[in-house]
């Protein structure tokens, strides 16, 4: 196999297997950047909410009660005005969803579904637990969500989710006597939920990691053509000529000076050489020569 082929060889497996390790790696970095970010964008979204209703329970609610309005208004109601915030919000971030669900809720939309009370259930039993983060579903429906607990910390919410008797009768009159009630303080009674597609994410992930690649190849292939080039006019080719040289003289056949092939470079000094060396031998021979033909001459 030839020198220039040999190397390409070599400079190829070290390119793929160099290649394969920083994709893979330059992935796995893209991949946690991005789940940073949808993270970081989930906790923006969770505490927004949170926002909203902690504004609702210090602001609406109190200026309603001094109102002693008899009607009853969803907009004081904390969850009512997180939610809708949220649904506003989504308006300009469709891909973005945000949920707060309860295993017994005031509102029959928000009862939790199957997996969301398994998240709920995991909270109940670890009080401890502040967040779950975490993926669900498969393929183009994997969604990355962040999930929160909401506990009953404030004795202002037992007005309206403790027993129907102390509701506010509008309220009952809108929801009904039955759902929402029997919380207790410091129960976890709902959950907060923010879910996002994560196939947009790891496209851009994908993106960014074929960008390297692509880049990195570009770099290599080009080092490497320009490599190979150099080593065939600097090493291969001069070896070659040099080679012939060599074959000629160890043949014995007349090699017109004048036909030699010129090697630059640090070839010449070893073509310099082969050609002293076969004038030296050409040289012994002649001698070799007379004197066999001349024996009583010789010494
Ligand atoms: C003025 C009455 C009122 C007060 C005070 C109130 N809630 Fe509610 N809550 C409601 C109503 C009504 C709903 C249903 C809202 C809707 O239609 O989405 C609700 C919904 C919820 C939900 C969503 C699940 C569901 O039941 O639909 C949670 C969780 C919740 N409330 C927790 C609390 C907590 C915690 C507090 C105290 C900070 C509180 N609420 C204070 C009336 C109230």
């Known amino acids: 196999m030839r020198i220039e082929t040999r190397f390409a060889w070599n400079i190829a497996f070290c390119f793929c297997f160099g290649v394969t390790v920083a994709g893979y790696i330059s992935y796995r970095q893209e991949s946690r950047q991005a789940h940073e970010e949808l993270k970081q964008r989930a906790d923006m979204l969770l505490e927004t909410a949170l926002a909203v209703r902690a504004y609702t329970v210090d602001q609406v609610a109190p200026a309603m009660n001094k109102l002693k309005d008899a009607e009853f208004h969803a907009f004081q109601v904390p969850s009512f005005a997180a939610q809708d915030a949220m649904r506003r919000l989504n308006k300009k971030f469709p891909e973005y969803r945000y949920r707060e669900s309860s295993l017994n809720p ?78 207790k303080l410091d129960d976890v009674v709902g959950l907060q939920l923010v879910e996002v597609p994560t196939a947009d994410a790891e496209a851009k992930a994908l993106n960014s990691v074929l960008i390297t690649v692509g880049s990195l190849s570009c770099v290599f292939v080009l080092s490497a053509a320009v490599f190979l080039l150099l080593l065939r006019r600097h090493v291969t080719h001069p070896l070659d000529l040099l080679t012939r040289v060599a074959h000629a003289s160890s043949l014995d056949h007349e090699i017109d000076d004048a036909q030699l092939p010129a090697v630059g470079g640090q070839f010449r000094e070893l073509q310099q050489a082969i050609e002293r060396l076969k004038t030296s031998v050409d040289h012994a021979l002649t001698i070799f020569e007379r004197g066999r033909q001349d024996p009583d001459k010789g010494g």
């Open 106 to 183: 005031t509102n029959v939309g928000d009862r939790a579904n199957d997996w969301e009370v398994s998240l709920l259930r995991e909270f109940q039993s670890n009080p401890e637990l502040r967040e779950l983060v975490g993926e669900s579903g498969a393929g183009r429906d994997r969604r990355f969500y962040v999930a929160r607990p909401i506990r009953m910390t404030s004795p202002s919410c037992l007005q309206c989710h403790s027993t129907p008797d102390v509701a506010p009768p509008a309220m009952l009159a809108k929801y009904g006597p039955v759902n929402g009630f029997g919380w």
